[in-house]
C-alpha cells in the first residue's frame, strides 16, 4: 500500500458524479414499485396526520429504517425521572418507508471476516494517519481497531433487530429467514483476495471467532442445495439473513409507539410532507413544508441519498459528502413455482445480491411462486448510476445485465422472466462509512444531526447509527456530553463529533467495553 494510492473498486467514479445538491424525491404517483411497497399490509402501516404540529422537540426528516429506529432510540432513552424530551415528530416526502429501505434487496447481512481487507486499507480509518508514510503492515495494524470495531458494530445491529423481531414474536409477519448468507465466487481472483483476507484476519486474536464462522462450502454440498448450478468456483457461508424490510420498520414503529404511549410521549408521523428548508430561529429551528412550519428543537436528517438537497455542504464526495446513487431490483419466479432454498447469495465483492421469498410471506403468494429479489449490475451501467437521484425510470444496462442472471446461473431452477423491477436511491460516501453525528458545516449549537451515506449497506448500520444520534440528542438535552462507551467506529462520525468526544483515551474506552466481544451499541430493550 504504501507508495500507492488507494483504489476501491466499489467506488470508481464516484467523483465523476455531478456536484450539486440532490433533488426532492419524485413523486409517489411516478416513481416506480417495489415488491416491499406492493406485499405490506395496509393494518400495518403507521397512520398519519393530515397537519405537522405547529411545534415538536425532535423532528426526524425520513421514515425509513435510520429515522423510526432514532425516535424508536429516543422514546428508549426516557423515563419517569428524566424525560427531556416530550415531542417527536417523523416527516415522509412520501408514503411510509418508500425511500431506500422500503426499495432495498431486503438482506441482513453483516461485514464479515471476508471484508478484512477492504477495511483494514481504507485510509479513512486511519483517523488522520498519513497513508502515504506508512508501510503496509503498519496500515493493517493501525486499522486492526477500526476493522474490529465495524464488525462488532455491524453484528451487534443485526443481533438487536433479531432481537426485536424475536421478542415481537414477528418471524413471519417480517418473512424473517436466518439461513446464513453464501457469497459466490466466479473468479479465481475473487477466491485468492478472500483467503489473503482471512489470513490477514486470523492475525489479530481479537478477530479469529469471526474468522471461524466463515465457512467454505463444499462442492458437493453446493451443488445439492444450489440444484448444480453453473460458473461457480467457490462458495464462502457467512453469517446472514434476510427479511421484509418495510414490514421491519413498520414492526419498529409500532413498538416505539406502544412505548411513547407508555411514556406520556406524543409520536407523530406525517406523510406526503417534504421538508423544503431550515432555518435557525433564536434557539429553535424552523422547518418549511407544503403543509405548514414545524418549529423544533433538535432535528435529524435520516435522508441518505437526498441529504444534501436540505444540506448542500454534504454534496461534494470528494468533502466527505453523500452522492446519490440508483440501485435496481427484480422479482425472478422460480421454474418449479417451489421454495428452493433459504441462504441468501451474493457475488461480485457483493455489487449482486439475492434471496428467495419464504413460501410463508404474509401476503397471499405470487402465482409464479415465491419470488426471488434480485438486485446489482450497477457495475455495467454507463457512470454506475452516480449521482442519480431519480427512482421513477429503470437502467436498460442493468436490465439487461439482471434478466437473465439467475438463468446463467442456475439454468435449472430460473429462467429470464421478471415478475417486477424497481429503482431505489443509496446514499454513497467515498470512504463507504456513513455519517453519523452533529450536521458538518453548521454553527456551533445548531442542534442539526445526520445519520446517512450506509452506501449500500445500511439494514446492519442505519438502526446503531440511530441509537447514537438518539444519545446524542438525550445528552445534549440533558446538559451532557455524548461519550462512546460502546466502541461505536470512530470513522463513521462527522468531524463535529469527533471533535465532541471526551478526552477519555482509547485504553480506558476499551477497558470500559471489551469485557465480552462482540459488545456494540445497539440495545433491544
Not at 462488532?152 to 423481531?165: L, Q, S
Not at 418473512?175 to 477466491?191: K, L, R, S
Not at 446472514?240 to 414490514?247: F, I
Not at 405548514?292 to 459528502?321: C, D, F, K
Amino acid at each position: 500500500m504504501s507508495g500507492q494510492e488507494y483504489v476501491d473498486v466499489s467506488t470508481i467514479g464516484i467523483d465523476d458524479a455531478p456536484v450539486m445538491p440532490s433533488p426532492l424525491p419524485v413523486s409517489s404517483d411516478s416513481a416506480t414499485v417495489s415488491y416491499w411497497m406492493a406485499t405490506t399490509p395496509k393494518h400495518h402501516l403507521p397512520a398519519s396526520l393530515e397537519a405537522p404540529p405547529a411545534k415538536s422537540d425532535v423532528v426526524i426528516i425520513g421514515s425509513g429504517i435510520t429515522g423510526v429506529s432514532c425516535a424508536y432510540h429516543l422514546i428508549n432513552s426516557l423515563s419517569e425521572s428524566n424525560r427531556p424530551i416530550s415531542s417527536i415528530t417523523i416527516v415522509e416526502a412520501r408514503q411510509f418507508c418508500t425511500g431506500a429501505t422500503g426499495r432495498n434487496g431486503g438482506h441482513l447481512t453483516t461485514a464479515s471476516a471476508l471484508s478484512y481487507d477492504d477495511i483494514a486499507a481504507n485510509p479513512a480509518h486511519l483517523l488522520g494517519e498519513d497513508l502515504g508514510s506508512l508501510g503496509d503492515d503498519v496500515v493493517r495494524r493501525k486499522t486492526g481497531d477500526a476493522v474490529r470495531d465495524i464488525l462488532n458494530f455491524e453484528t451487534a445491529t443485526a443481533d438487536a433487530i433479531r432481537g426485536i423481531i424475536a421478542d415481537e414474536k414477528a418471524e413471519e409477519q417480517v418473512g424473517f429467514t436466518d439461513d446464513a448468507n453464501w457469497h459466490v465466487c466466479v473468479e479465481q481472483a475473487e477466491i485468492d483476495a478472500y483467503e489473503a483476507a482471512l489470513c490477514h484476519a486470523a492475525e489479530h486474536a481479537d478477530l479469529k471467532g469471526y474468522v471461524d464462522r466463515v465457512r467454505r462450502v463444499p462442492k458437493d454440498e453446493v451443488d445439492r442445495r444450489m440444484h448444480n448450478p453453473a460458473h461457480i468456483k467457490a462458495v464462502y457461508e457467512i453469517p446472514g439473513a434476510t427479511l421484509h424490510p418495510r414490514n421491519l420498520v413498520a414492526l419498529i414503529y409500532a413498538r416505539a409507539l406502544r412505548r411513547a404511549t407508555h411514556h406520556g410521549v406524543t409520536l407523530n408521523l406525517i406523510t406526503e410532507c417534504p421538508v423544503t428548508s431550515i432555518r435557525a430561529a433564536s434557539s429553535t429551528l424552523v422547518l418549511a413544508t407544503p403543509k405548514g412550519e414545524i418549529t423544533a428543537s433538535y432535528v435529524v436528517h435520516a435522508t441518505n441519498g437526498y441529504a444534501s438537497h436540505l444540506l448542500p455542504q454534504l454534496a461534494n464526495p470528494a468533502r466527505g459528502g453523500i452522492t446519490p446513487t440508483r440501485a435496481q431490483v427484480v422479482a425472478v419466479p422460480p421454474k418449479a413455482k417451489a421454495h428452493l432454498w433459504g441462504m441468501a447469495l451474493s457475488s461480485s465483492e457483493g455489487f449482486n445480491y439475492g434471496h428467495q421469498r419464504p413460501r410463508s410471506e404474509h401476503e397471499p403468494p405470487s402465482a409464479d411462486g415465491p419470488l426471488y429479489i434480485m438486485g446489482g449490475g450497477r457495475q455495467v451501467a454507463t457512470g454506475r448510476e452516480w449521482g442519480i437521484a431519480d427512482d421513477s425510470s429503470l437502467s436498460k444496462e442493468v436490465s439487461t445485465f439482471l434478466h437473465p442472471f439467475l438463468a446463467n446461473i442456475f439454468p435449472g431452477s430460473y429462467g429470464t422472466d421478471v415478475h417486477s423491477e424497481w429503482t431505489g436511491i443509496m446514499g454513497y460516501t467515498k470512504s463507504k462509512d456513513p455519517l453519523v453525528g452533529p450536521v458538518p458545516g453548521c454553527k456551533q449549537g445548531a442542534r442539526q444531526y445526520v445519520a446517512a451515506g450506509y452506501s449500500g449497506h445500511g439494514m446492519t448500520r442505519a438502526f446503531g447509527c440511530a441509537e447514537v444520534v438518539a444519545q446524542m440528542i438525550t445528552a445534549h438535552a440533558n446538559g451532557d456530553k455524548w461519550v462512546n462507551r460502546a466502541r461505536f467506529p470512530e470513522c463513521y462520525l462527522t468531524q463535529d463529533a469527533k471533535a465532541k468526544l471526551t478526552e477519555t483515551t482509547y485504553a480506558e474506552k476499551a477497558a470500559e467495553t471489551d469485557e465480552k466481544s462482540p459488545q456494540g451499541c445497539c440495545s433491544v430493550s
